[in-house]
């Protein structure tokens, strides 16, 4: 009666729709880049009322990502490959200055360095998003072959890292939305798009 009892608890659980741990990991980690993200402003810009809208604006969207991530997902099998430390430091190193110096096309829009990193990171997601609408697996897919696919050479880890992030965000909010039947999922999808637009559209106006 009891091994009967222990084993019903263990199916009950393994069938449950609904993961609180695995939503709050999604949403403390999420909130960790976005106060990244403010914190960066005000290395640039003193507080003001822009850079509070776009903490409020994000959090908001975050909160709804946060209650679908508590859904559970079916269990895939990971693969775990032996990293080069020295070649993920130099890969993610030269990545880093390669994302600084392109960012600096942003300094045209008087958005000042290092905040012009923020706009790259959600103007890159932005476009990957929008082609995740319609080409959603193709998205998830490249992501996954460049960062979690083999690598053998520093090649291969900067394309790791720049896929990170250039994609990065988008990836996790996709696998998020995978969770979701097709309407909804498309539906979000298009919300998405238009918050990295609104958040990029707000980084304007906190240096205007």
Sequence with gaps: ????????????????????????????????????????FLINSGTNVTIIGF????????????????????ESKKTTLDKDQSKEWVALLITFIILSLFSLIFIGLSIPYPSTIVML?????????????????VAIAIYEANVFGKKTSLLDYIFKYIAIFFSGINYYVQKILLKLPLILNKLIAIVFVLVLLWQAALILGIFD
């Design 121 to 137: 990171v959600l103007i890159t997601n932005f476009m990957v998003a929008l082609y995740s609408i319609v080409f959603h697996p």
């Design 55 to 74: 903490l409020v604006s994000g959090e908001v969207f975050l909160i709804l990502l946060f209650l679908i991530a508590c859904l559970k997902p079916k």
């Design 1 to 40: 009666m009891v091994n009967t009892f222990i084993k019903k608890n263990k199916d009950i659980k393994k069938n449950n729709i609904f993961s609180f741990k695995k939503g709050l990991n999604f949403f403390v980690i999420s909130n960790i880049l976005l106060l990244s993200f403010m914190g960066i």
